[in-house]
């Protein structure tokens, strides 16, 4: 089950109490005050883990606890510090303070650690509040609550190109010819319920990630078919691969296919509609004479004029064009981010 969304709520631990306590020892009178100070409470931490895919431990877990310090004890014993709580998530997702409205970090990379709630300070026992002139206090300080956070977790997948396109419009099968990974193929819409990823191997210790998006159809912004809600997962891509079927089953116009997706990838986000892209002309099998490819090339060029994106042709079932295809993501891929 692949989860891109969570909500929860973490806490810090709380600091221990202080302690008040004389020191009664046989032949020593009046010992004085030893009571020790309480222990930290423990701190939250979220890590960004390679070996952690979705957010699926949140599903049924919502609460989140740090440790409680420990409280002090009479002969100058301090209280121990409460455990910190070091939560895993996958990398690229971010966190949210849901009552704040605010982003409070992107784990954008393994290995990222931040932390979002602090442990509360232990109280000071008595011993800490003896002075030359109030040698026997008899008070001491509580401990610190820790702090807590209603957070919102979104998960946004890491890869190097994302392939859009209309259901059915191959997009699965081409993850599966150029990776191996194996998502759901099947003659019907939607066979794709959830983004898939491949690593592309193209060769000489070459690679790259490929997400596999579920399709989108007009009307996806207003929730139509599966909506948009996947789309997050190609924000972070570098390459928008659009794959379009020359003769899809319903018998609409691939170019006017190619149009209503931009129109779709425009209204989720500016940034997205504006990355690099390349249009793929799929299930070239079909088109034996390679006329349909050529029209549909030729309006493509016509709609976007000069500088539009490049149009490849290839067949995901035969595999012809996937080496060219791949070489050519990899020619972006390899370029230096700007």
Same mark, same amino acid.
């Given at each position: 089950?692949?989860?891109?969304?969570?909500?929860?709520?973490?806490?810090?631990?709380?600091?221990?109490?202080?302690?008040?306590?004389?020191?009664?020892? =046989?032949?020593?009178? =009046?010992?004085?005050? /030893?009571?020790?100070?309480?222990?930290?409470?423990? !701190?939250?931490? *979220?890590?960004?883990?390679?070996?952690?895919?979705? &957010?699926?431990?949140?599903?049924?877990?919502?609460?989140?606890?740090?440790?409680?310090?420990?409280?002090?004890?009479?002969?100058?014993?301090?209280?121990? /510090?409460?455990? /910190?709580? %070091?939560?895993?998530?996958?990398?690229?997702?971010?966190?949210?303070?849901?009552?704040?409205?605010?982003?409070?970090?992107? &784990?954008?990379?393994?290995?990222?650690?931040?932390?979002?709630?602090?442990?509360?300070?232990?109280?000071?026992?008595? =011993?800490?509040?003896?002075?030359?002139?109030?040698?026997?206090?008899? *008070?001491?300080?509580?401990?610190?609550?820790?702090?807590?956070?209603?957070?919102?977790?979104?998960?946004?997948?890491?890869?190097?190109?994302?392939?859009?396109?209309?259901?059915?419009?191959?997009?699965?099968?081409?993850?599966?010819?150029?990776?191996?990974?194996?998502?759901?193929?099947?003659?019907?819409? *939607?066979?794709?319920?959830?983004?898939?990823?491949?690593?592309?191997?193209?060769?000489? @210790?070459?690679? *790259? %990630?490929?997400?596999?998006?579920?399709?989108?159809?007009?009307?996806?912004?207003?929730?139509?078919?599966?909506? @948009?809600?996947?789309?997050? @997962?190609?924000?972070?891509?570098?390459?928008?691969?659009?794959?379009?079927?020359?003769?899809?089953? !319903?018998?609409?116009?691939?170019?006017?296919?190619?149009?209503?997706?931009?129109?779709?990838?425009?209204? @989720?986000?500016?940034?997205?509609?504006?990355?690099?892209?390349?249009?793929?002309?799929?299930?070239?099998?079909?088109?034996?004479?390679?006329?349909?490819?050529? /029209?549909?090339?030729?309006?493509?060029?016509?709609?976007?004029? !000069?500088?539009?994106?490049?149009?490849?042709?290839?067949?995901?079932?035969?595999? !012809?064009?996937?080496? =060219?295809?791949?070489?050519?993501?990899?020619?972006?891929?390899?370029?230096?981010?700007?």
């Amino acid at each position: 089950m692949f989860i891109d969304e969570a909500k929860i709520w973490i806490k810090a631990g709380e600091g221990g109490h202080g302690c008040i306590s004389f020191r009664r020892e =046989k032949y020593i009178a =009046k010992g004085g005050p /030893d009571g020790g100070n309480g222990g930290k409470g423990g !701190d939250v931490y *979220f890590e960004a883990a390679g070996d952690v895919s979705t &957010l699926i431990d949140f599903t049924g877990q919502h609460h989140w606890r740090a440790g409680n310090g420990g409280c002090g004890e009479g002969s100058n014993r301090f209280g121990a /510090d409460g455990d /910190d709580m %070091v939560i895993r998530v996958p990398a690229g997702t971010l966190l949210y303070d849901t009552d704040l409205d605010l982003m409070l970090k992107d &784990l954008s990379e393994v290995g990222v650690k931040v932390c979002v709630c602090r442990g509360g300070r232990g109280g000071k026992g008595n =011993k800490a509040f003896a002075t030359s002139t109030r040698q026997t206090p008899r *008070f001491c300080k509580p401990g610190k609550p820790g702090q807590e956070r209603n957070l919102r977790l979104e998960l946004k997948l890491i890869a190097d190109v994302g392939l859009v396109g209309m259901p059915n419009a191959g997009k699965s099968t081409l993850v599966s010819r150029c990776s191996k990974a194996r998502p759901k193929i099947a003659n019907y819409p *939607f066979t794709t319920l959830s983004p898939v990823l491949g690593i592309v191997e193209v060769g000489d @210790h070459r690679r *790259f %990630v490929m997400a596999d998006i579920p399709g989108l159809i007009e009307g996806a912004h207003e929730g139509a078919g599966l909506g @948009h809600e996947f789309l997050r @997962h190609i924000e972070r891509t570098r390459i928008i691969v659009h794959i379009l079927d020359i003769m899809p089953p !319903d018998g609409s116009d691939p170019a006017e296919n190619y149009a209503k997706i931009r129109t779709e990838l425009a209204m @989720h986000s500016e940034v997205l509609a504006g990355k690099k892209e390349v249009i793929v002309l799929n299930k070239t099998d079909l088109d034996p004479d390679g006329e349909i490819v050529k /029209d549909i090339s030729e309006r493509l060029a016509e709609a976007n004029g !000069d500088g539009g994106p490049a149009v490849m042709s290839i067949s995901a079932v035969s595999g !012809d064009g996937l080496a =060219k295809l791949n070489e050519a993501l990899w020619s972006i891929v390899k370029e230096p981010v700007q």
